[in-house]
Every structure is written in C-alpha cells, then in structure tokens.
C-alpha cells in the first residue's frame, strides 16, 4: 500500500543553515506530494505541494521537487530562522478522495 | 474566511465517559477527514466522508468509535465508553475532494482521558 518515510528527527539547526528533511514514498498510481508544518499547540498548515512529477513547489523560502525516479520529494531551505521551528510532515495523496498519507513528522529546532 | 472549527479545544474526562468532538468544515468542502495524533502512532486517518457520506472508516479503532456527518456543515466524533489509551489530539479537516486538492486542518482537540 500507499506510504512515505521522512527521515527521523529532532533536527537542531543554527539560524541562517541550510536544512534538509528527506522524505520518499511508495505509492501506486502518481500520487500528489505534500508537506505540512505544525506549529507547537496548533493545526497543520499546508507549507507546500506538488502535483506531478518534476513539479517544485515552494513557499517562505521553502522548496520540494517531485522526483519519480527516486520516489523522493526532500524539503529544503536555505537559510532558517528560529521562526522555523515546528514539525514537519510530508504526506502523499494517494485516495480518489485526496485522503492524506503522513510520514512521522520530523521535528526542527532552530537556535538563535 | 473562517476555516475549519472544531470544538472542544481541550477536554479532560474520566475513564467510562462519553467524549462527542464537533467540527465545522469549511463552506463549500465536499470532503471532511477525522485524523488522531499520537506520540506513538503520529497521525492516522480514522474515517473520512464525501457529501456527507462514509467513504472509509477503517481507521476507526474499535466500536466504542462513532462518526456522522447529518449536513454539510457538521460532523462529530464520538467515543463511547472512552479509555486512558484515547488521549490524543483529534484533528477534523476538509478540501474539495480528489487528488491534489489540499486538506486544510482544524486546530485539534485535545483530550485526556483519565
């Protein structure tokens, strides 16, 4: 069945590094890619999506490429920010109804 | 726009007690999730509907889980009789439905049952 591994964390981070969170996914069909960030005490938020292969998407900085090939969709940015600090998930969209498949979520500290 | 509602924010119960969680999805959402978090388990998708209607409640854990959908503008998750094992955030969320279209998440309860 459909599913996706993100790799686990926490991940602690200076301010203004570069960051990386890998994540790869098993999924029949061509499946939509996301990633969700939570913040601490909230819902998830939609970060960024792609919808087809090659596809980047991108937002505050944030950035993720579709790759079939490799089954991968790795979230990155180059510089973070404390404000950066939350959880992670990536999720596929696997469902004729759009039903979100979660990775476990990677947890980021950003210190000052 | 107000997004989706859920309502309690938090709810602390004893063992034995009926827990109903509502949800108010955004307008025009023809989709409606119920997700639990977990430190264990993470998120996992309990039941979802579409137009109202049951699609897949194979992520319900055990009879004692309950989920309706009576209009397009509401739905509650009921555990009855609820146990120490259901503490966790519940999450109710909607889209338009179909692949791609993003799933936009309420705030959560929080319940503890003790």
């Known amino acids: 069945g459909n599913s996706v591994t993100q790799m686990e964390g926490p991940v602690t981070l200076s301010e203004e590094a570069f960051l990386t969170i890998n994540c790869t996914y098993t999924?029949?069909?061509?499946?939509?890619l996301f990633w969700y960030v939570q913040y601490p005490g909230e819902g998830l938020q939609l970060l960024l999506k792609a919808t087809k292969a090659d596809d980047k998407g991108s937002n505050k900085g944030f950035e993720a490429t579709y790759r079939k090939e490799t089954t991968s969709f790795h979230l990155e940015k180059g510089s973070v920010q404390v404000s950066d600090s939350a959880v992670y998930f990536c999720?596929?969209?696997?469902?004729?109804?759009?039903?979100?498949?979660f990775g476990k979520g990677t947890k980021l500290s950003v210190k000052p | 726009d107000a997004g989706v509602i859920q309502s309690p924010r938090h709810e602390v119960t004893e063992m034995g007690q009926e827990v109903t969680l509502r949800c108010k999805p955004i307008s025009g959402h023809n989709s409606l999730f119920w997700y639990r978090q977990t430190m264990m388990r993470g998120l996992e998708l309990l039941i979802y509907?579409?137009?109202?209607?049951?699609?897949?409640d194979s992520g319900m854990p055990e009879d004692r889980f309950s989920a309706k959908m009576p209009n397009a503008s509401f739905s509650t998750l009921k555990i009855q009789p609820s146990e120490p094992r259901d503490s966790a955030v519940y999450f109710c969320a909607s889209s338009l439905g179909g692949s791609g279209n993003t799933i936009y998440f309420g705030e959560g309860s929080w319940l503890t049952v003790v």
């Open positions: 999924a029949t069909g061509y499946p939509s």
């Open positions: 999720a596929l969209s696997g469902g004729s109804q759009g039903n979100l498949i």
């Open positions: 509907f579409n137009n109202n209607v049951p699609i897949d």
